[in-house]
């Protein structure tokens, strides 16, 4: 029975060769790319800071915070491109307390 840690980084790998993943840390603004999951063939983009970061091998998941129409949204999608735009300094691993700070993203 193969170990399973050996089948996750092996996942990993696999899926770094198929497409370029940047190294996204919390305090990064990013764009994204992804496709819309009602319309297949329609693709949206997506600019906002990333708030938090959780390491899971294959399973690793970030929250990105972004403005729309002046409301805050918490977006998890599946990614076909990303771009990081800029990165910030920070000093939490977590940013959640920007949730309640709408002007931080607009700068």
Do not use: H, W
């Not at 919390?26 to 999951?37: D, E, H, T, Y």
Request: net charge positive.
């Amino acid at each position: 029975r193969p170990d399973k840690t050996i089948l996750n980084k092996e996942a990993v790998e696999k899926v770094r060769t198929e497409r370029e993943i940047p190294d996204v840390q919390p305090g990064c603004i990013i764009q994204m790319r992804l496709q819309v999951p009602e319309n297949k063939r329609r693709e949206s983009t997506l600019k906002g800071i990333v708030i938090a970061r959780r390491n899971a091998g294959i399973n690793t998941t970030f929250r990105l915070r972004r403005l729309v129409a002046g409301v805050g949204v918490d977006y998890s999608p599946n990614i076909k491109e990303m771009k990081i735009l800029d990165r910030k300094k920070v000093r939490r691993a977590k940013l959640y307390y920007l949730r309640d700070r709408m002007n931080a993203l607009k700068k």
